[in-house]
């Protein structure tokens, strides 16, 4: 299984981009990279996947280098209810053995 | 949709005591999970549930078993609880179209 590693904690302002970066060097082949969102008292919520180049959807960007050996989580324009814990979860797409790392702690000010 | 739900919410054991952690989910999904959460730490990986009548061990299994009661319900149980064990609790489900997982809203035990 990949191990990851990601910054423990994260400061920014309202209105600003925040960047998330999980190094996942021993990456296989087949794993597939996905990031949840976990706010205080309240179970992690997915909020995207990826395996290669760049993804999108409502409420992140997801960018992948062609090594594949990180991984970028990108939320626009944070807001104070975007202050969670970010956790990078890097698995092959058939294992069940799904195991989150320590997670990056981001801090939304106004 | 329900979704994920656990019960109890809370609960306070006293060392030795046992109880049962149930979890069940109604999206149909074939594989389940329970994690536990310490305070100001990650989620640690207990036992999984690949599809009905299957169990693995996860991360840290010790003091812990599971049953697999059909494909909704994923119990998990505590036979002699240990003040270590002191945690929450997160049961979830996959999705295994696209690899998402639901969580369910926890169980916070205390072991004094």
């Known amino acids: 299984l990949a191990k990851t590693t990601q910054p423990i904690s994260m400061d920014s302002y309202e209105g600003q981009e925040v960047n998330i970066t999980c190094s996942h060097n021993?990456?296989?082949?087949?794993?597939?990279i996905t990031w949840y969102q976990q706010f205080p008292s309240q179970g992690p919520r997915f909020i995207i996947q990826g395996y290669k180049t760049k993804v999108t959807n409502e409420v992140a960007s997801l960018f992948i280098p062609a090594d594949r050996k990180s991984s970028t989580l990108s939320l626009p324009r944070v807001s104070l209810s975007d202050t969670a814990v970010y956790y990078c979860?890097?698995?092959?797409?058939?294992?069940?053995?799904?195991?989150f790392g320590s997670g990056t702690r981001l801090l939304v000010r106004p | 949709n329900a979704g994920v739900t656990q019960t109890p919410k809370f609960q306070v054991l006293k060392t030795g005591q046992s109880m049962t952690l149930q979890c069940a989910q109604d999206m149909n999904h074939n594989s389940m999970y329970w994690y536990r959460q310490d305070p100001g730490m990650g989620l640690r990986l207990i036992y999984y549930?690949?599809?009905?009548?299957?169990?693995d061990k996860g991360e840290v299994p010790n003091g812990y078993n599971v049953s697999r009661l059909n494909k909704r319900e994923f119990s998990l149980r505590l036979e002699s609880a240990a003040p270590s064990q002191t945690s929450v609790y997160f049961c979830?489900?996959?999705?295994?179209?696209?690899?998402?997982?639901?969580f369910g809203p926890g169980t916070r035990l205390t072991v004094t």
């Open positions: 549930s690949a599809s009905e009548g299957t169990t």
């Open positions: 021993n990456i296989a082949t087949n794993d597939y």
């Open positions: 979830a489900s996959r999705n295994e179209m696209v690899y998402e997982q639901y």
């Open positions: 979860l890097v698995a092959p797409d058939s294992s069940y053995k799904l195991i």
